[in-house]
Structures are given as structure tokens and as C-alpha cells.
């Protein structure tokens, strides 16, 4: 199967969060055009009911998209197989599950459990991702949101990484909402518009990693003073 086929059956759920990140990536190639070995493997080898799909998702990123076959009914088979790496990457690189929004750990052989769900999306970098900086401002009646991750050094991460960002108004209920991605450089930048008629006061934007869960809040002030 094709990680274009594979990708198209897995649920709407899957597909809505993951999307806007898959969407701009390329799979990974060797030198002779060919398809590169995934930087996740499975341990069985040939015996392996997964298959693994790599995408080039910037310098400091390698994507891995982890699925289960199906069964005679076409239907995700339930696995737990444990994973390993291709030869040519660093024990020292970090795996981030971005399914389960938490860091694996180092690369070391572990258990890829696709006993409750069709697919796991992981994320490979040299180091750990430490923060997300955010900006955000309400005008015109517009948000306009930018995100970067950023390494320990406070530099951002060159690659292509998930997060999902919502506004809400001064009463707490939701205006907005979207799961997002930075480019391959390591950048995001987009635009929301304000629902008419939106109430001045106190807005909220929250901005949370899907590679940890962690969450970044900022207030917003709306009304003349904000451009509207």
C-alpha cells in the first residue's frame, strides 16, 4: 500500500489533526530518487504487520507514519510491535509520539501499540524541543498568530512540527479553532477572522505542542484599542 492510500483510510479524526502537517511534506528519497528507508523499523523485519512511511520534514525533522495491516474485512489489524532504527541515526536523537503528545525518550527500541488506533505519527530531532514561542494580536478584525518551537538554546527548530491553536472570547467559550503546523523552516503564521460582532474584552488564544501537550496562553485585548 501506498503511504498516499494508507493515509487517505485512516479516520477523519486522524487525518483533521495531522493533516496540515503531512500535507506540505515530502517522503523521504535516497540519492537514486528510490524510497528511503523510514528512520523507524520494525524489529520483526519482513514478519512485521506494520508498515512505516518517512517524510523530509525539514534539517532539525524526520517524520515516521506507523500503520497497521489490514484484515481480510479490511479492517486495521491490532498490534503491538516494537520499533527500531535505521543505521544511520544517532542514539542520542529524541522520538516524540505525536499521536499521544509525549516524548519517547531516546532512540532505543520501543512499543509501537496500534491496538486502539489505525496509526501512530511520530517526530525525530537531534535534541529536545524545550518551548513554543508564540505571538499573537487581535486587528482589524483578524487574529494573527505566529508559533516557532525552540530548542534549549532558544533557537527555533527547522522543521515541520504539530500544534493546534483556539481563541476564545472573554466568556470562555471558543470563537475559534484549528490544528496548525510550521513550514520545513520552522515558522507559522496564520489568520483567523474575529466572528461579527464579537464581544471587547479580555480574548484568550491558547496554543498547545503536539509533541508534549504543552500549552502556551496569552491574553488578547479587543476593541478600539486592538483595531476594530
Known amino acids: 500500500m501506498t503511504c498516499t492510500d494508507f493515509f487517505a ?10 493533516g496540515p502537517l503531512l500535507g506540505g511534506l515530502s517522503k523521504s528519497t535516497r540519492a537514486d530518487g528510490q524510497p528511503k528507508e523510514p528512520a523507524l523499523v ?9 508498515n512505516c512511511f518517512s517524510f523530509v520534514a525539514g534539517k532539525d525533522v524526520e517524520i ?14 491490532e498490534v503491538k510491535e516494537t520499533l527500531t532504527y535505521r543505521q544511520d541515526v544517532a542514539g ?10 509525549f516524548m519517547q525518550g531516546k532512540a532505543r527500541p520501543f512499543d509501537c501499540d496500534l491496538q486502539k488506533q489505525p496509526a501512530r505519527l511520530y517526530a525525530l530531532l537531534p535534541f529536545q524541543v524545550e518551548s513554543l514561542l508564540v ?8 487574529l494573527i498568530l505566529k508559533v516557532e518551537f525552540r530548542n534549549g538554546l532558544e533557537k527555533r527548530v527547522r522543521g515541520a ?8 472570547m472573554p466568556d470562555g467559550k471558543v470563537a475559534w479553532e484549528k490544528y496548525l503546523a ?10 483567523a477572522d474575529m466572528p461579527p460582532g464579537g464581544p471587547t474584552g479580555k480574548w484568550t488564544i491558547i496554543v498547545r505542542s503536539l509533541l508534549d501537550g504543552k500549552l502556551v496562553t496569552l491574553s488578547l485585548e479587543a476593541g478600539a484599542q486592538a483595531g476594530e
Open 9 to 18: 483510510e485512516l479516520p477523519p479524526e486522524f487525518t483533521s489533526h495531522f
Open 42 to 50: 520494525p524489529e520483526a523485519g519482513k514478519g512485521s504487520l506494520l
Open 64 to 77: 515516521v507514519l506507523v500503520g497497521a495491516n489490514k484484515d481480510a474485512e479490511g479492517k486495521p489489524l
Open 92 to 101: 542520542s536523537d529524541l522520538v516524540y509520539d505525536l499521536t499521544g503528545e
Open 135 to 142: 505571538d499573537a494580536e487581535l486587528m482589524s478584525g483578524k
Open 161 to 168: 512540527l504539530p500544534c493546534h491553536a483556539e481563541l476564545r
Open 182 to 191: 510550521t513550514s520545513t523552516d520552522g515558522t507559522l503564521t496564520a489568520t
